[in-house]
């Protein structure tokens, strides 16, 4: 009777207490837009995230059509311009550039392959962490005013140096808006047809390469090769 009086020292295991499911925000401003415009924000909900038990949360999201036009079309004239014409078309102007300056055949060779002995190795593994840290995008404006301001200075030199030096910067126009940026670009908008995305950015690089004679010819006509 005793033991029946004695009062009760049991009590329920408390429960565990309940940890909301923690919210990654995550700020997306190298990925595609969301197909009918929103919010450029992807948001990752899982219920455990920490330092020690780390997981990569792969997140697809529609992407328009319309946005993977522009950046075919980007790719397209970008290579367009600074490989087809920036780079192939160059050439076209040694001789009056010999004629000019007096300067021998042998100088103004040079500058195409003194630019890429240096650039190449000096700058091409620079531009592919860029490209992995700050996206293809920045990059290849940075190129484009490089590739932009070369050619400026090409056409109101009037010393080797000068030549040597926008030639150089023109190379740098090269890899950080050529080839190298836009294959990433396109692989991040294309999946399924990515194959054909670079095939069609890449045409521009043919067909600049045929056409920038034809433009040259017409621009001298009327401007002056400079």
């Known amino acids: ?24 925000v995550m700020p997306s401003s190298e990925l ?13 909900v899982h219920p455990v995230i920490s330092s020690t038990n780390e997981r990569t949360i792969e997140i697809s999201t529609p992407i328009s059509r319309g946005g993977q036009i522009q950046v075919a079309l980007t790719s397209f004239f970008a290579l367009f311009a600074i490989v ?10 040694y001789d009056k550039m010999v004629t000019e300056f007096g300067w021998s055949r042998a100088e103004v060779t040079s500058g195409n392959a003194i630019s890429k002995l240096l650039v190449g190795p000096l700058f091409g593994f620079l531009a592919g962490w860029i490209v992995d840290r700050f996206g293809p995008r920045r990059l290849m404006l940075v190129g484009i005013v490089f590739a932009a301001i070369a050619l400026i200075g ?47 950015a890449y045409l521009g690089i043919g067909l600049g390469g045929v056409l920038v004679f034809q433009i040259s010819a017409a621009l001298m006509h009327f401007l002056g090769w400079h």
């Open 1 to 24: 009777d005793t033991a029946s009086r004695r009062p009760s020292t049991y009590s329920p295991p408390s429960e565990a207490p309940i940890i909301p499911a923690a919210t990654v």
């Open 154 to 200: 090409l056409g109101n030199m009037n010393a080797l140096w000068m030549f040597y030096f926008f030639y150089l910067l023109n190379a740098l126009g090269y890899v950080c808006a050529g080839p190298l940026p836009n294959q990433v670009l396109l692989s991040r908008w294309f999946d399924k047809s990515r194959g054909k995305a670079m095939g069609f």
């Open 84 to 93: 087809g014409l920036a780079l192939y078309g160059l050439p076209f102007y």
């Open 32 to 44: 595609p837009p969301v197909r009918g415009g929103g919010q450029s924000t992807v948001t990752a």
